[in-house]
């Protein structure tokens, strides 16, 4: 089993170097790993995924074959479970990436590059 579990985490990422891209929502983890991976197609044939610590909300984009850190915009989130989101339009090749904190609720969105809190009127 955990042989399995390791091909399943190792596949995302050499599908990345190589190129090669993945279906729509692809998420490539179990709850419970550290390390989640999430991919979505967008366009005729594009696709962006992403790595995260759900403990943690840090996060790297694959850009180019490479693992890039998303920095973020103000201080580093407190530790807690985290999931990262993509979302995107076929029609015009466009996506967004939303994280969130599965306790508390708070969340970001990656806006230039950087995790920018989206403030709440609600507490």
Known sequence: MTHLRTLRC???????????ALPADSLWAEDGDTYQFVFRAHGNSDWV????????????RAVKGRWVKVEEKG???EPGTYRVQLLAQKDLNSWWAFRYDVHTGRTWRLSGGNWTDMPTDTP
């Open 10 to 20: 190792l596949l995302p990422l050499a599908l990345v170097l190589t190129g090669l």
């Open 75 to 77: 201080a580093a989130p």
């Open 49 to 60: 995924g992403m790595r995260y610590r759900a403990d943690s909300g840090e996060t790297w």
